[in-house]
T-cell receptor, first 111, second 112 residues
């Protein structure tokens, strides 16, 4: 059974205070690891796909990295508009392409 | 390029009733997946349709069923609603069975 564990569950940062969110996963053959941003009452918004250990992707103040067991979402100098829940998900290779999500990290950035 | 649209946005139903939720996929996307997201939880996979056929299902009972139409739009049907079915139902489309999804804004279902 594929599993995704995210930590911390909630994170409160001052504007400009950089930090990292963690995603630990177990999957029988990784096809892809995804990061999404979700605002309250909205559907998840796609951020990144990572396919293999050592891969990194960046978008504005966000940088995602991947190892064989974990992924990190680094947030550099966050702004209040970065406040959201960040979801990590994995997709296994082979068979039908179910995506398994973690419960997310709720990030609050205070001005 | 249109995104994924879901209807209705909110719905209140009585326990035991049936409900149909609708989803229009992003243009060109042939795969649609449905997810249930309870409050404070991550989305849980219900099932996936590829070219009008179900090609994967999560741990949901048979009273959760779906359809995909030739234009790749989709429906989620839930029979005999239970209180625990109250959740945000998300539709997601993709160009093929692999890769990142584009999600709709969801339908908030409340069962009373």
């Amino acid at each position: 059974e594929d599993q995704v564990t995210q930590s911390p569950e909630a994170l409160r940062l001052q504007e400009g205070e950089s930090s990292s969110l963690n995603c630990s996963y177990t999957v029988s053959g990784l096809r892809g690891l995804f990061w999404y941003r979700q605002d309250p009452g909205k559907g998840p918004e796609f951020l990144f796909t990572l396919y293999s250990a050592g891969e990194e992707k960046e978008k504005e103040r966000l940088k995602a990295t991947l190892t064989k067991k974990e992924s990190f979402l680094h947030i550099t100098a966050p702004k209040p508009e970065d406040s959201a829940t960040y979801l990590c998900a994995v997709q296994a290779a082979g068979g039908y392409q179910k995506v398994t999500f973690g419960i997310g990290t709720k990030l609050q950035v205070i001005p | 390029e249109t995104g994924v649209t879901q209807s209705p946005t909110h719905l209140i139903k009585t326990r035991g009733q049936q409900v149909t939720l609708r989803c229009s996929s992003q243009s060109g996307h042939n795969t649609v997946s449905w997810y249930q997201q309870a409050l404070g939880q991550g989305p849980q996979f219900i099932f996936q349709y590829y070219r009008e056929e179900e090609n994967g299902r999560g741990n949901f009972p048979p009273r959760f069923s779906g359809l995909q139409f030739p234009n790749y739009s989709s429906e989620l049907n839930v029979n005999a609603l239970e209180l625990d079915d109250s959740a945000l139902y998300l539709c997601a489309s993709s160009l093929n069975v692999a890769g990142g999804y584009t999600f709709g804004s969801g339908t908030r279902l409340t069962v009373v």
